[in-house]
Nanobody
Framework: VQLQASGGGLVQAGGSLRLSCVAS????????MAWFRQVPGKEREFVAT????????YYLDSVKGRFTISRDNAKNTVLLQMNSLRPEDTAVYYC???????????????????WGQGTQVTVSS
């Protein structure tokens, strides 16, 4: 599986961005999909996950109510709608695909098998 993330950019605090991740291959619907983020000098941080069918989603507490993860299995795409952005949301955002995730590993980047190249999100104050 190859993942291509896009949609990052520079936005003022309170603004919105929508990240998109397109996956290659025919097996997209068999993967749980996630977004992580990372700032220099810090570990990669879980942001959100959507399970294979799209029926279950999980979020980092600080983004609940502001970010929404969704997927379209027909288009091999996972989206992250980010509203009410804050300067602390500034990071490189990565999409990831996991084939054998269990509930206890959803937030652990080591549980994911494939990663996109990252897209920069910068929120100015």
């Amino acid at each position: 599986v190859q993942l291509q993330a896009s949609g990052g950019g520079l936005v003022q605090a309170g603004g919105s961005l929508r990240l998109s991740c397109v996956a290659s291959g025919r097996t997209f619907s068999t993967y749980d999909m996630a977004w992580f983020r990372q700032v220099p000098g810090k570990e990669r941080e879980f942001v959100a996950t959507v399970r294979k069918s799209g029926g279950y989603t999980y979020y980092l507490d600080s983004v609940k109510g502001r970010f929404t993860i969704s997927r379209d299995n027909a288009k091999n795409t996972v989206l992250l709608q980010m509203n009410s952005l804050r300067p602390e949301d500034t990071a490189v955002y990565y999409c990831a695909a996991g084939l054998r995730l269990i509930l206890s590993t959803i937030r652990d980047p080591r549980g994911y098998d494939y990663w996109g190249q990252g897209t920069q999100v910068t929120v100015s104050s």
